[in-house]
């Protein structure tokens, strides 16, 4: 059926830049809007940012100037540069995938994805 598996995640400073890994298997990679979710102890799940196909991106306010989106097709991979980290990054980061774009993504709250991975942690200290 395919799956999502992240990496990357650590603990690191405020201030400092770590890079997030999503590499797919089992299904067509390059079809799929990808995405990245983040849940912090005691909050609700939250939209960071999402790829398309088409390579269109949409980033959710509180990430916008410091997040990245890239995606590798040849190496079924999606990355998430993350710059100038702040505490309140801290959380366990989530990729997903689903057929639709990459606004679409941003708007359902992270239900209807077709895949989740088990997640990454990304502690960041002050």
């Known amino acids: 059926q395919g799956q999502l598996v992240e990496s990357g995640g650590g603990l690191v400073q405020a201030g400092d830049s770590l890079r997030l890994s999503c590499l797919a298997s089992?299904?067509?990679?390059?079809?799929?809007?990808m995405g990245w979710f983040r849940q912090a102890p005691g909050k609700e799940r939250e939209f960071v940012v999402s790829?398309?196909?088409?390579?269109?991106?949409f980033y959710a306010d509180s990430v916008k100037g410091r997040f990245t989106i890239a995606r590798d097709n040849a190496k079924n991979t999606v990355y998430l540069q993350m710059n100038n980290l702040k505490p309140e990054d801290t959380a366990v980061y989530y990729c997903?995938?689903?057929?639709?774009?990459?606004?679409?993504?941003?708007?359902?709250?992270?239900?209807?994805?077709?895949?989740w991975g088990k997640g990454t942690l990304v502690t960041v200290s002050s």
């Open positions: 089992g299904r067509t990679f390059s079809s799929y809007a």
């Open positions: 997903a995938a689903d057929l639709t774009t990459a606004q679409m993504m941003s708007e359902m709250g992270g239900y209807g994805m077709d895949y």
């Open positions: 790829i398309d196909r088409r390579g269109d991106t």
